[in-house]
């Protein structure tokens, strides 16, 4: 049973479009959600994550939008730069109980 | 302030053979878990070390083992290799007790299984 599902696959966008990525959780005792970047070769890296008790969080170009009653929540990157081409992930825990629960990725190309 | 450091970075094993995984964790972590990541997938939770003690468990077989060392250092080892355990496994440490939630993840080390 996947209880984290990431939508879309892959994602193709325009040098200063905004990329999209949803996910969709199942375990209402998740209570962090964060979402990682990683390059080819890489380790995934932590970008930016948010609690449950916040709607919305943002660091940067990067926005996480989180609807609580919903399971779901949503990475936007404003400005989409060639550079943010990656795969993103985004992962769901119960903080300091161990693991975290990721989604399948979605690799983002953003064209110059 | 060294990051997450991950040995061998490539290798390359036949099936029933053994392997063993290295993993120091990011200067002042105390607790370490590893992950699988199978191709175009996102990583599986395996298990994680802290105190060491395994503290928490994924659905993996008991084919995967580890171990962690007083200066916090960590094993990966699996047993009687399968194709199918042919991926990248990921080692991400982390500070129990702070509640920030945050894994650190190390470069991998991609196995291959012949």
């Known amino acids: 049973q996947q209880q984290v599902k990431q939508s879309p696959q892959s994602l193709i966008v325009q040098k200063g479009g905004i990329s999209i990525i949803n996910c969709a959780y199942e375990?209402?005792?998740?209570?962090?959600f964060p979402w990682y970047q990683q390059f080819p070769g890489k380790g995934p890296a932590l970008l930016i994550a948010?609690?449950?008790?916040?709607s919305e969080k943002k660091e940067g170009r990067f926005t996480i939008s989180f609807n609580k009653s919903a399971k779901q929540f949503s990475l936007h990157i404003m400005d989409s730069q060639p550079g943010d081409s990656a795969t993103y992930f985004c992962?769901?825990?119960?903080?300091?109980?161990?693991?975290?629960?990721f989604g399948d990725g979605t690799t983002l190309t953003v064209k110059p | 302030d060294a990051g997450v450091t991950q040995s061998p970075t490539h290798l390359i094993k036949t099936r029933g053979q053994q392997v063993t995984l290295r993993c120091s964790p990011k200067s002042g972590h105390d607790t370490v878990s590893w992950y699988q990541q199978a191709l175009g997938q996102g990583p599986q939770f395996i298990f994680q070390?802290?105190?060491?003690?395994?503290?928490q468990r994924g659905n993996f077989p008991d084919r995967f083992s580890g171990h962690q060392y007083p200066n916090y250092s960590s094993e990966l080892n699996v047993n009687a290799l399968l194709l199918g355990d042919s991926a990248l496994y990921l080692c991400?440490?982390?500070?129990?007790?702070?509640?920030?939630?945050?894994?650190?993840f190390g470069e991998g080390s991609r196995l291959t299984v012949l």
């Open positions: 991400a440490s982390s500070l129990t007790g702070t509640n920030t939630g945050e894994l650190f």
């Open positions: 992962a769901a825990s119960i903080l300091d109980a161990g693991k975290s629960t």
């Open positions: 070390y802290y105190e060491e003690e395994e503290r």
């Open positions: 948010i609690r449950p008790d916040v």
């Open positions: 375990n209402t005792a998740f209570d962090y």
